[in-house]
């Protein structure tokens, strides 16, 4: 069974960092796209940025771009979201999904991942 697992929210002033990660476990893909979003209250899902596990290749909203780092520990095989320099349009649940996008423009759609954490909170104060 596939299970996704965040850790890492908070709450923090801005111009702070945070950094989030995400256990995966009940995979038996070599190399699989794992991705975060972001939801606001009143505000659609948002892409964040996205990593092929087991390949490296990674891709960023342009919104986070400059700020936001995304990468992956073999070891734990975990996904980790590096964040700084973030500001209070950044708060937002944050969740780690998993799957196999059909298409390169499709990245950082969520209707592309058919696995999904729970999510984790980040809240930034001014």
């Known amino acids: 069974q596939v299970q996704l697992v965040e850790s890492g929210g908070g709450s923090v002033q801005a111009g702070g960092s945070l950094r989030l990660s995400c256990a995966a476990s009940?995979?038996?893909?070599?190399?699989?796209?794992m991705a975060w979003f972001r939801q606001a209250p009143g505000k659609e899902r948002e892409g964040v940025a996205v990593i092929l596990f087991g390949g490296g290749g990674t891709r960023y909203a342009d919104s986070v771009k400059g700020r936001f780092t995304i990468s992956q520990d073999n070891t734990k095989r975990a996904v980790l979201l590096q964040m700084n320099s973030l500001t209070v349009e950044d708060t937002a649940m944050y969740s780690c999904?998993?799957?196999?996008?059909?298409?390169?423009?499709?990245?950082?759609?969520?209707?592309?991942?058919?696995?999904w954490g729970q999510g984790t909170q980040v809240t930034v104060s001014p």
């Open positions: 009940g995979f038996t893909y070599s190399t699989i796209w």
């Open positions: 999904a998993a799957g196999s996008p059909s298409k390169l423009s499709a990245l950082l759609s969520p209707e592309s991942y058919a696995y």
